[in-house]
C-alpha cells in the first residue's frame, strides 16, 4: 500500500503579507543607504554586482501587482511547493532580464517604484485569486507571497554577504521561507527515513527507506535556519557546514548531500 499523500502546508496570510511588507521594509532601508562604491561590489551570484541584486530585489517584489494588473488566470498552474523547481528553467532570461534593467535604470528608484505599486495593487486582492504570473505559471496569490517571502530573505543575505555586515531578516518571512524549502526537500527526496529539523520553523521526513514510527529517529539532520536556506539555495555546501558543525547529521541515511541544492 501506498504512503497517503500529505496534505500541503496552509499559511496565515495575515502574517505572509505582514511577513513581506516588513522585509521589503528592511531591504529599502539598507538600500537607501548604498554608496556608488557599495553598488559596485560584487555579490556571489556569478559576476553579478549589488547594482545588478538590488535590480532583481526590484524585479522580484514588482512580480506580484505585474501579474495582478492581468486579468485572472482560469486555472492553476503551480503548487507552491513545486516553485522551487522552477527558477533554473528561465535563469537565463532572469539574468539577461536584470542585466538590462540595472544597467538602463536607476536600481533604488526601480525598487521604490516596485514597492508602491505593490503597496497599492496587494492589499485589495483576495488571497485565493489566481495571479497569471508568466514564470513559472499561474498561482494563487497567498502562495505567491509565500516565494515572495523567500526572494526577499535570500537575497538579503546575498545583501549582507556583499556588503559585509548583518542585515535584519523578519522572524515570519524566514519561518515561511525554511519551511517552503523544506517542504519542497520532502517533495524532491520523498520518504520517511530521515527527519530534517531546522528549529523553532520546520520539521519534516524524506529519503527512502525505513518509515520511523515512534522513538528517537535513526537518522536526523538539524541545522539553524540561515545555514538551512543557505544549504537549501546552493549558497553553503552540505560538507563544508558538516565539517564546521552547523549542521548536525546522525545515521547512516542522514546524507542530504545528494538531494541539495532544492532550489534549482
Same mark, same amino acid.
Given at each position: 500500500m501506498s504512503p497517503a499523500k500529505k496534505r500541503p502546508?496552509? %499559511?496565515?496570510?495575515?502574517?505572509?503579507? =505582514?511577513?513581506?511588507? =516588513? /522585509?521589503?521594509?528592511?531591504?529599502?532601508?539598507? +538600500? $537607501?543607504e548604498l554608496s556608488p562604491e557599495d553598488l559596485a561590489r560584487p555579490t556571489r551570484l556569478g559576476d553579478w554586482t549589488v547594482r545588478e541584486l538590488? =535590480?532583481?530585489f526590484a524585479m522580484a517584489v514588482d512580480h506580484v501587482p505585474a501579474g495582478l494588473e492581468r486579468p485572472a488566470a482560469q486555472q492553476q498552474e503551480v503548487q507552491?511547493?513545486?516553485?522551487?523547481? !522552477?527558477?533554473?528553467? %528561465?535563469?537565463?532570461? +532572469?539574468?539577461? %532580464? +536584470?542585466?538590462?534593467?540595472?544597467?538602463e535604470q536607476d536600481?533604488? =528608484?526601480?525598487?521604490? $517604484?516596485?514597492?508602491? $505599486? %505593490? !503597496?497599492?495593487? +496587494?492589499?485589495?486582492a483576495a488571497d485565493d485569486r489566481l495571479v497569471a504570473v508568466r514564470r513559472p505559471g499561474a498561482m494563487r496569490l497567498v502562495d505567491l507571497l509565500v516565494t515572495r517571502c523567500l526572494e526577499l530573505v535570500v537575497h538579503t543575505d546575498d545583501l549582507a554577504d556583499a556588503l559585509g555586515k548583518e542585515l535584519p531578516v523578519d522572524r515570519q518571512a524566514l519561518a515561511a521561507t525554511v519551511r517552503l524549502l523544506a517542504d519542497s526537500l520532502a517533495t524532491k527526496a520523498p520518504g520517511g527515513s530521515v527527519e530534517v529539523r531546522i528549529p523553532?520553523?520546520?520539521?519534516? /521526513?524524506?529519503?527512502?527507506?525505513?518509515?520511523?514510527?515512534?522513538?528517537?529517529?535513526?537518522?536526523v539532520v538539524e541545522t539553524a535556519p540561515l545555514t538551512w536556506v543557505r544549504l537549501a539555495t546552493g549558497r553553503a555546501e552540505w560538507a563544508v &557546514?558538516?565539517?564546521?558543525?552547523?549542521?548536525? !547529521?546522525?545515521? &547512516? $541515511?542522514?546524507?542530504l548531500g545528494p538531494y541539495l541544492p532544492v532550489l534549482s
Open positions: 502546508r496552509s %499559511y496565515d496570510s495575515a502574517k505572509i503579507r =505582514a511577513a513581506v511588507t =516588513a /522585509q521589503l521594509g528592511h531591504v529599502r532601508d539598507a +538600500v $537607501r538590488v =535590480a532583481h507552491l511547493v513545486e516553485w522551487p523547481f !522552477a527558477p533554473a528553467v %528561465y535563469a537565463a532570461s +532572469v539574468d539577461e %532580464y +536584470v542585466r538590462t534593467l540595472a544597467a536600481p533604488v =528608484a526601480l525598487l521604490d $517604484r516596485a514597492a508602491e $505599486r %505593490y !503597496a497599492a495593487l +496587494v492589499p485589495g523553532p520553523y520546520a520539521v519534516v /521526513q524524506c529519503v527512502e527507506g525505513p518509515r520511523h514510527t515512534r522513538g528517537t529517529p535513526p537518522n &557546514e558538516l565539517e564546521n558543525a552547523t549542521v548536525s !547529521a546522525s545515521g &547512516e $541515511r542522514a546524507d
